[in-house]
């Protein structure tokens, strides 16, 4: 039976290694440079929230995280060849991204609870590991890392990991606690995209 944490970071794994390779095609690398990005994007958010808590990255531990990635990136280059290339502001990479937040904020809170982080220090971890890849990727396409300019995308993850951990805090079996992480991530996230959610700036 796969507990919460495999199934999240497996359902992270996936669909952030296919968002990671769909912006990698839209940015036209190759087919090695789209590998490259997806497995990053994929595998980055995971690495920082084991070297936060102090473990060697699960990533590095077992060839079931590669394996995923890699099974990601496939995933998004058959896409991309269903779409005839043409991803640029296409709805699956999003949607993909939208999950890959969703769940890797999951995986993040649901370690920080297990290494008996503070409150703090479980929204920190849900929000780092949601948006390390991903900005990872970014500075690698020579992009300003989308979480510093758009104002929803680390938001989500921080209201998912307080949400864990107010859960957690009335004895929520740890399971639906996950589920509802990512749910409200996800949520939030898709809501945020949908209606063009941002908060103010100064200046």
Same mark, same amino acid.
């Given at each position: 039976?796969?507990?919460?944490?495999?199934?999240?970071?497996?359902?992270?794994?996936?669909?952030f290694?296919?968002?990671?390779?769909?912006?990698?095609?839209?940015? *036209?690398?190759?087919?090695?440079?789209?590998?490259?990005?997806g497995?990053?994007?994929?595998?980055?958010?995971?690495?920082?929230? *084991?070297?936060?808590?102090?473990?060697?990255?699960?990533?590095?531990?077992?060839?079931?995280?590669?394996?995923?990635?890699?099974?990601?990136?496939?995933?998004?280059?058959?896409?991309?060849?269903?779409l005839?290339g043409r991803?640029?502001?296409?709805?699956?990479?999003?949607?993909?991204d939208?999950?890959?937040?969703?769940?890797f904020?999951?995986?993040?809170?649901?370690?920080?609870?297990?290494? *008996?982080?503070?409150?703090?220090?479980?929204?920190?971890?849900?929000?780092l590991?949601?948006?390390?890849?991903?900005?990872?990727?970014?500075?690698?396409?020579?992009?300003?890392?989308?979480?510093?300019?758009?104002?929803?995308?680390?938001t989500?993850?921080v209201?998912?990991?307080?949400?864990?951990?107010?859960?957690?805090?009335?004895?929520?079996?740890?399971?639906?606690?996950?589920?509802?992480?990512?749910?409200?991530?996800?949520?939030?996230?898709?809501?945020?995209?949908?209606?063009?959610?941002?908060?103010?700036?100064?200046g």
């Amino acid at each position: 039976m796969v507990d919460a944490f495999g199934a999240m970071n497996a359902v992270g794994l996936l669909a952030f290694a296919a968002a990671g390779a769909l912006k990698g095609v839209d940015a *036209d690398l190759d087919l090695f440079g789209v590998t490259v990005l997806g497995t990053l994007t994929a595998l980055g958010g995971g690495i920082v929230r *084991d070297a936060l808590v102090g473990r060697i990255p699960v990533a590095l531990r077992t060839t079931t995280d590669v394996g995923l990635a890699f099974a990601g990136v496939v995933i998004a280059v058959v896409l991309a060849w269903l779409l005839g290339g043409r991803v640029r502001g296409h709805p699956v990479v999003a949607l993909s991204d939208a999950v890959g937040l969703a769940a890797f904020a999951a995986t993040g809170a649901l370690v920080g609870i297990d290494a *008996d982080l503070s409150a703090f220090g479980v929204v920190v971890l849900a929000a780092l590991t949601g948006v390390g890849g991903g900005s990872l990727a970014d500075v690698l396409l020579g992009r300003v890392p989308a979480v510093l300019h758009e104002d929803f995308y680390a938001t989500p993850a921080v209201v998912g990991g307080a949400a864990f951990w107010i859960a957690t805090r009335f004895d929520v079996a740890t399971g639906s606690a996950t589920l509802g992480c990512a749910v409200v991530v996800f949520a939030l996230r898709v809501l945020a995209l949908r209606g063009d959610w941002r908060l103010p700036t100064i200046g």
